[in-house]
Structures are given as structure tokens and as C-alpha cells.
């Protein structure tokens, strides 16, 4: 009889096995063809008949091509029969949860390793947002695996203790499938057990892991040191003048240009602090220094002096004395300013002494002077308004400055005090026998060399034009205006000749504290530290507790889970279909749902129908467990 080859998809796991152990499918194959081929069976019907395959028929027999067939059919059934009766019990749910536990631990170890690190150092080829995504996302699968077998568990446990609605069923049910079903189970299950609602608390809240850990992570930026590049600001200890070690036409150029800084920061141009602070540093910082520098101190005397003026009738002219005490003890006795006030025959001011400096003392640490000026808003009568006098004192001390960062542009050190040096002798191994001072708060000892030189020239020579005015000299005669009278003129007119004479001071400090190009031999640097820009990983540790809080609810729930269910002695089915099948609903049929239901079968009307039951799990008389009606 002739026949004709068929292949049917067929596995080795299907077949029935036999008293020897291998699989003897209820068919024979009548081809001397390998009996799988590609994954097919390959069987030769007989051609008569519908060619149905009868599994009854007992004349087909199996005909393997090679005894290697028939171990490796031994060996799958061997582990297949071992999978098949081995008792999962709650293995697979703990499973998850330890899972869940490492993948927590993973994401918290990340989050503490790199809390405050650069950017730049985070080596994973994910992104850190990447990185914390993946693992919440397998926190919430595991914690959901095991809240929904705890969910289906509880569904066996619901009906043993006490008779309930048949639809609570159907409700538990929907509950361990996901957030609707939990939400559905806190609004309308009347009677629901503490593990039922925490179960639908961790449910709802699993929904919000992932958003909550996206706000793990902000990347700010922050100053970070620049290595290898070289912030520095200067400072000095010692003091030799560069312009006064030899005379020459070199030197002579040098104190003319001194003088023209002088006066250029008398008008508010000073030059800055000397500082390095090169690219690509975005700003530097400097720590606190003491240095050596040049103070000032002003005061306004004309509340305490005193004026006397005589006024000449021929003349017209009037003659101010003004004297006051100074508060200064170490200056010596001083006479008292003279200004001397003209007035034409049509009785309009001329100004002879618009602005005066009458005295000017130097010692080795201080410069010193006295003046006095017209109020700006004086009346014009015969009678001499009352002159403003003040004194003004230069003189080296010790600066004390805050730490401070700068832009690569400019930088301000704050200064928090100063002291006024005092001498204390002479270097006798200085080549200009050096003046040694100190400072009464510490020890430390500057050397100065050249120091009333430099103090008293670069002040007094910046200041002479503003000594006089130049009204009765022969160039204004002949209607010339000498420079002199610019300088005498804007410091009459200025409103706050303390910023003035303080300017002088500071630039005269950093012309002491610049190295190389400055005025100072022994000027110096101290380090600070370039700072760059960086972004850097910060965590938010406050959006981590919810994944945490989740995980342990997870791990509390499955453990009481397991508990009850061991109380309760019921059988562990789980989300089992076979258990419902086989511990069906006690003395109903078919029948009887068609009676109960009007028109199609439907899963709303079921659901209206088992509203009207109550039923409890337990074992009927005859049948076993069974859900038995109430």
C-alpha cells in the first residue's frame, strides 16, 4: 500500500510516556526517513480512510533513528518531571522580593557612591537618570509579582472564615491584576482584612515609584580646583623702592609715572590689586593674609577750631588765622593755617585760597598733613564764612584680609583690620640701613628700606598743585589758567575728600604689594586656588524613601501572606484556574445559570448573579473543599 509523508509540529514532551520511561506516541511513522526533522514529526499515513490519526490505534509504533535520540528523550523527561513535582511553595514570590531588596540596595549603594560627584566621573555607558530607571522599574515588577500572588492567595483565605458574597471573589481577583482592581477593592469590598488593604495601599503606591526616583537627581554646578593652573596675589613683608636705588634718567621717568598714578587715583582711578588668575580659570580664590601697606586716617576739625580774620578796609582784602588741636600725639606743635580772602571794588569774591594744604610732617612711618577749604555754599558778604579744616595722617601698618574670590577680571579682598607699624630699630646688615618695624599684635618684623622716601615724595610730589591756588600769579594775570588750578578746583568742589586721601592710600599699597613690575624689590605672592565650573551629580535622599518604604511593605505583606495561609490550612492555590475548576461552586450547574439569567450569558450579568450568593471555602459532606452556599 503505497503511502504519502506528512510533518506535524510535535514536541517529545507530549507524548505518553511508557513503563521504560520513553515516549511512545498512540501512532507509528512508515518511512525509514529520521523521524524529526526541523522540529517535525515526520510520520507516512496510509492512503485510505479520512487519514486520521488514531490515538487508540496500538499498530504504530515509534521507529527512532538512533539510541542517542532515545537518551536525550530520557533526559528531558527526567528535568521536565522534576520541574513538574516540585513545590514551588512561595519560592518564586521570595525570589522576587530578594530581587527587589538587591535591586534597592544596587540603586542606594549608586546614589551614596556618587552623591556629590562630577558628572564627568560617572563611567556607566547609561546615563545616571538611565541607570535609576532600569532599577526602579525591576523594584516595582518584583514587589508587583509577589503583591499580586499574595492577592490570590487571599482570595482562597477570604471565603474560609466566614460565608461572603460570591462577587468578592471577582473583585480579589481584579485586585491582583493592578492599580484599577486595588482601587476597586478599597471602594466597594465591604469587608476587606488588614492584609487586603495593605495589599491595595502598595499597589497604588507602586504607581508612583518611578516618577518619585526621576526626582532622585539634580545637577547643579559648583566650583571645582583647576589643577596645574596658578592663582596668586600679592602681598609684601619688605620694602625696598625701586625708583630710589639709583638716579638716573631711567628712575626720574619711573617717579613721574608713580606721580601720575598718584593723582590719577585721586579722582577715583585706582589700580587694582595685584592677582593671577589665568584661563582657563572662570574665578580664583585667596585665603586671609596679613601684608604690609599703606593706611590713612582722616578728620574733620572744624567743629573744634579756631578762626580768627581781620579784613582791611583799603584793601579789601581779609586775613583768616585757623588753628586747631590734632589728635595725633607723636606730631610736633604746628602753627595755624592762614587763607587769605579778595574782593574786587564791585564786592565779588575773588578767591585767593580756595583749597590749602598748610602743613606737611614726615617721620620714618608717617606723613602727615593739615588744610582747609571754603564752603562750597558760603554767602558772599564782606564778613569770611567759616572755613572747613580737617588733617589727614599716611602712614605704614600691617593689613589684615579676609579670603576672597575674584573673577579672572578683578578681585576685592575685604580688609578686617589694620595696625600701625612702629619702629624698632635699624638692619646694620642692610646696604640703606634698613628700618626694622613691628606691629604690637604679633611678631611679625617688616624691614623697610627707603620707606620716607617713597611715602613722603610720592604723596607730597602728587600734591603740591593742590597747595596753592594760582589766582595772583603772573599766568593768571595774563588770563593763562595754570594745571595746578584743576586739581585745586575739583578738590574744593569734591564731596568726600575722605575717599580721596584713601585712594591715595590704596594705590600706594598695591604699588608696595606688586611683584616684578611694581615699586617693591621684595614684593611677593601668596597661592590661591583657580576654580573652574563643574556639574556634579547631588541626590535628593527624601525621593528615595518611597522605594524603600514600598520594598519592606512588600516583604511584611508577603510574610503575613504566608502566615495566614498556614493558619488557615488551606490549600496554597494561588491564581490556580485548576483550583477553581476543581473546587467548583458546590451543587450548581449549568442549568441552574441559565435559570438565574435573563437572555446571553454575559460576565456583567455573572457578576449581578454571584452579588446574591454568599458562599464560604470549605468541605462539603461528599465532594472535599468546595465553595458551599449559604
Known amino acids: 500500500m503505497a503511502s504519502r509523508q506528512h510533518f506535524i509540529p510535535i514536541s517529545q514532551s507530549t507524548l505518553p510516556p511508557v513503563s521504560d520511561g520513553s515516549f511512545e506516541p498512540p501512532f507509528r511513522w512508515y518511512s525509514n526517513s529520521p523521524p524529526f526533522e526541523n522540529g517535525f514529526v515526520n510520520i507516512a499515513l496510509p492512503q485510505h480512510g479520512s487519514h486520521r490519526l488514531s490515538p487508540m490505534n496500538s499498530s504504530f509504533k515509534p521507529i527512532l533513528s538512533s539510541s542517542a535520540s532515545k537518551t536525550s528523550s530520557k533526559t528531558i523527561t527526567a528535568t521536565l518531571g522534576a520541574i513538574d513535582n516540585f513545590n514551588w511553595w512561595w519560592w518564586w514570590e521570595i525570589g522576587s522580593l530578594v530581587l527587589a531588596l538587591a535591586s534597592l540596595a544596587t540603586l542606594l549603594g549608586i546614589l551614596a557612591g556618587y552623591n556629590g ?11 545616571p537618570n538611565a541607570a535609576i530607571s532600569i532599577l526602579t522599574t525591576t523594584i516595582k515588577t518584583a514587589i508587583m509579582l509577589s503583591i499580586s500572588m499574595c492577592f490570590s492567595q487571599l482570595k482562597w483565605h477570604h471565603f474560609s472564615s466566614t460565608p461572603r458574597r460570591l462577587d468578592d471573589l471577582q473583585i480579589i481577583d481584579d485586585a491582583s491584576r493592578g492599580p484599577w482592581g486595588s482601587l476597586i477593592i478599597l471602594l466597594r469590598m465591604r469587608s476587606r482584612s488588614f492584609l487586603v488593604i495593605g495589599l ?16 532622585l537627581l539634580t545637577f547643579p554646578s559648583r566650583d571645582t580646583e583647576l589643577k596645574g593652573v596658578k592663582a596668586e596675589i600679592g602681598v609684601a613683608y619688605n620694602f625696598d623702592a625701586k625708583t630710589y636705588q639709583e638716579l638716573n634718567s631711567k628712575t626720574y621717568g619711573r ?36 601684608t604690609l601697606g599703606v593706611c590713612f586716617s582722616f578728620r574733620n576739625t572744624t567743629d ?92 605704614w601698618c600691617a593689613q589684615t584680609y579676609n579670603s576672597s574670590i575674584g573673577s579672572a577680571a578683578a578681585v576685592s579682598p575685604e580688609m578686617m583690620n589694620h595696625e600701625a607699624l612702629k619702629p624698632a630699630g635699624f638692619d646694620s646688615k642692610s646696604r640703606s640701613n634698613d628700618t626694622i618695624y ?32 594760582s589766582s595772583n600769579s603772573s599766568a593768571s594775570k595774563y588770563g593763562l589758567t595754570l594745571p595746578t588750578d584743576d586739581i585745586s578746583w575739583f578738590l574744593y568742589y569734591s564731596a568726600d575728600l575722605p575717599m580721596v586721601f584713601q585712594n591715595i592710600a590704596t594705590v600706594l599699597s598695591n604699588m608696595v604689594r606688586k611683584p616684578n613690575t611694581g615699586e617693591n624689590l621684595n614684593a611677593t605672592v601668596i597661592k590661591g586656588k583657580a576654580l573652574g565650573t563643574e556639574t556634579y551629580i547631588r541626590v535628593r535622599w527624601q525621593w528615595a524613601l518611597l522605594p524603600m518604604i ?53 460576565a456583567e450579568k455573572l457578576e449581578a448573579l454571584a452579588r446574591r450568593f454568599k458562599v464560604s471555602f470549605r468541605e462539603n459532606e461528599a465532594d472535599g473543599l468546595r465553595f458551599v452556599r449559604c
Open 255 to 290: 617717579k613721574v609715572g608713580l606721580r601720575s598714578i598718584v593723582i590719577n587715583s585721586a579722582t577715583g582711578n585706582v589700580s587694582p590689586f595685584f592677582f593671577s588668575c589665568p584661563n582657563p580659570a572662570v574665578r580664583c580664590s585667596y585665603p586671609s593674609f596679613r
Open 200 to 215: 491595595s495601599i502598595a499597589t497604588l503606591v507602586a504607581l508612583t515609584i518611578e516618577p518619585t526616583t526621576q526626582q
Open 304 to 395: 573744634i577750631s579756631k578762626q580768627t580774620c581781620m579784613r582791611s578796609n583799603t584793601t579789601g582784602s581779609t586775613n583768616c588765622s585757623i588753628s586747631w588741636p590734632t589728635i595725633w600725639e607723636d606730631l610736633p606743635k604746628q602753627s595755624p593755617i592762614n587763607m587769605n580772602l579778595n574782593y574786587r571794588p564791585t564786592d565779588e569774591e575773588l578767591l585767593d585760597d580756595v583749597f590749602q594744604f598748610a602743613y606737611l610732617a614726615a617721620d620714618d612711618a608717617w606723613v602727615y598733613m593739615k588744610g582747609a577749604r571754603l564752603p562750597e555754599n558760603r554767602p558772599r558778604t564782606r564778613t569770611a564764612p567759616r572755613f572747613e579744616v580737617f588733617e589727614c595722617l599716611w602712614y
Open 438 to 469: 613691628r606691629d604690637n599684635s604679633t611678631t611679625n618684623v617688616y624691614r623697610l628700606g627707603n620707606a620716607l622716601e617713597f611715602l613722603f615724595n610720592e604723596i607730597y610730589g602728587a600734591l603740591p598743585s593742590i597747595l596753592y591756588s
Open 550 to 602: 514600598e520594598t519592606i511593605l512588600a516583604v511584611i505583606l508577603l510574610a503575613a501572606t504566608i502566615v495566614v495561609t498556614r493558619r488557615s490550612r488551606r490549600p496554597l492555590l494561588k491564581s490556580s484556574v485548576n483550583g477553581l475548576l476543581f473546587h467548583g461552586l458546590d451543587d450548581w450547574t449549568a442549568a441552574d445559570t441559565a435559570r438565574n439569567l435573563d437572555g446571553d450569558e454575559t
Open 117 to 127: 560627584v562630577a558628572l564627568t566621573n560617572w563611567t556607566f555607558f547609561l546615563q
